[in-house]
């Protein structure tokens, strides 16, 4: 996520509440799932007893009033014997069926529903959960988030940490990342972008359905679609990966031009990142520009979704989305707290690709890290990004000193390590999970470097790190 146009808005809360897991000790006989996958900063998010395989989302989009119905399919499989389990929804349930049978079901809260099957599912059996719901989630509010951008032309389902409870029905953490297709009806005139490719689009009498598939693991808070009227383009990257650009035609003539002008960078970013991260980690890229005053830019897997930015001098926002498909999409976060792997990283390569036609970049990026380490004031140094809270995840220290982090690692362990470290990192980790101390253990692992005092004091000290060598800011003593 990219923030800049305004001052930032605080998304996410402490969510107080039951964190009750009911655990099966030595016994197979069935138990309840638990209502949260164990994640402290947001205790209800995602389950517990089963891993999503795909999700296939089917729903009718009427942005005249605002009103979504349609189902969510779950294939998944139990990891223990399951009397009931929970999934993540914000919309009104109107059935649900487990292997095609009638579930019983009840809502703890606005946010868990608790689905009991007909007969309970077996350790490693894989089941069908269908749920049928309803609802306006332009007017949904959990945890103090409103996540849904809408009105009555166009809608954009995109925020972080969440959005997939105001759309459709999910095990709602990154940790559980599985295969979508989205199917979308909208009425004929409208159109549907979503991740990855448009399998087809039928028009029945005054509808259009679009099926889009996205084969490749994702984070249910990277799913997103957007209906309204849309300019599309597609092509093929150098590197051989299709992809799709998309701008609303709600702007106004001179920002539809900018925004195209913009989106068409897409392909010369990607390549740029290649030849530093290794190959692109999807089967399809793009991005999609939106009318809706969204003042954020988002990760979207696959699809990257900017607010209104100008045209192509604006493509650092765009280096900094297409740098997440690596980090944050790709190789996605094992909790919360570890945000800065994603916000960090990707707000450096940002600022890598802003020094790129600098004469030395490297030494730039080096100038770049001592002025920023000068400019900011003792308030900037109190938060400590390797575990920020819920409510602070998105604030500016989080990139900024992250990305600082970043530098300062390639100055402690010098250019060549640095370099293997970012292409080892993404392969290693490809479509899976990772966590800050993973990265610590890699970076050590690579450089021969013992690196607890650095990262200590980049990520876990709510302080200035001395102007040392070994914070990775000697060059800055001079
Ligand atoms: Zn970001």
Redesign the pocket.
């Known amino acids: 996520?990219?923030r800049r146009l305004v001052a930032l808005v605080a998304t996410g809360c402490l969510l107080a509440g039951a964190t009750s897991a009911s655990t099966a000790l030595g016994t197979t006989a069935p138990t309840a799932g638990a209502d949260g996958i164990g994640d402290p900063y947001f205790p209800q998010d995602g389950n517990g007893g089963y891993d999503v395989v795909h999700y296939g989302i089917r729903d009718t989009m009427r942005t005249s009033s605002g009103l979504l119905t349609g189902t969510t399919t779950i294939t998944a499989r139990a990891t223990k014997a399951l009397s009931r389990f929970n999934l993540d929804l914000l919309l009104r349930v109107t059935g649900v069926t487990v292997d095609g049978r009638s579930a019983a079901w009840s809502r703890p809260n606005r946010h868990e529903l608790q689905v009991t099957p007909a007969t309970p599912i077996a350790a490693g059996q894989r089941f069908t959960v269908r749920v049928a719901h309803r609802g306006y989630p332009g007017s949904i509010t959990w945890g103090g988030e409103r996540s849904w951008f809408g009105n009555a032309s166009e809608v954009v389902a995109m925020n972080e940490p969440h959005i997939a409870p105001w759309w459709f029905a999910a095990n709602d953490h990154p940790r559980d990342k599985a295969s979508y297709d989205i199917r979308i009806r909208v009425p004929r005139g409208q159109q549907v972008v979503a991740n990855g490719r448009l399998m087809s689009r039928r028009t029945a009498g005054d509808w259009t359905t679009f099926h889009w598939s996205a084969a490749d693991p994702m984070a249910s808070y990277l799913a997103f679609f957007a209906a309204g009227r849309f300019t599309l383009e597609h092509g093929t990257t150098p590197s051989g990966v299709y992809y799709t650009l998309a701008v609303s035609r709600r702007l106004d003539p001179p920002s539809h031009k900018l925004a195209l002008q913009l989106m068409r960078r897409t392909p010369t970013v990607q390549t740029w990142l290649e030849a530093r991260l290794g190959r692109y980690p999807f089967r399809t890229s793009g991005g999609l520009t939106t009318s809706l005053p969204t003042r954020f830019?988002?990760?979207n897997q696959t699809r990257s979704t900017y607010p209104f930015l100008g045209g192509r001098e604006a493509d650092s926002i765009v280096a900094?989305?297409l740098a997440?498909q690596w980090f944050?999409d790709s190789v996605s976060l094992r909790a919360w707290r570890d945000i800065w792997l994603?916000?960090g990283l990707?707000?450096y390569m940002e600022t890598w690709w802003d020094h790129r036609g600098w004469s030395n970049p490297p030494r730039a990026m080096k100038t770049w890290l001592c002025d920023t380490y000068d400019d900011y004031g003792a308030e900037f140094w109190d938060l400590t990004i390797g575990a920020p809270g819920p409510a602070r995840l998105?604030r500016e220290e989080v990139?900024v000193r992250g990305a600082m982090t970043v530098q300062a690692l390639r100055n402690r362990i010098g250019d060549a390590d640095f370099r293997t470290l970012l292409r080892t990192w993404v392969s290693r980790h490809r479509y899976g999970n990772a966590t800050t101390g993973q990265f610590e253990a890699l970076a050590e692992q690579l450089s021969g470097v013992q690196l607890d005092g650095f990262f200590d004091a980049w990520l876990r000290t709510a302080d200035a790190p001395a102007p040392t060598t070994a914070n990775g800011l000697s060059a800055c003593a001079t």
């Open positions: 996520v990219r830019a988002l990760e900094h989305e997440h944050g994603n916000e990707a707000q998105f990139y």
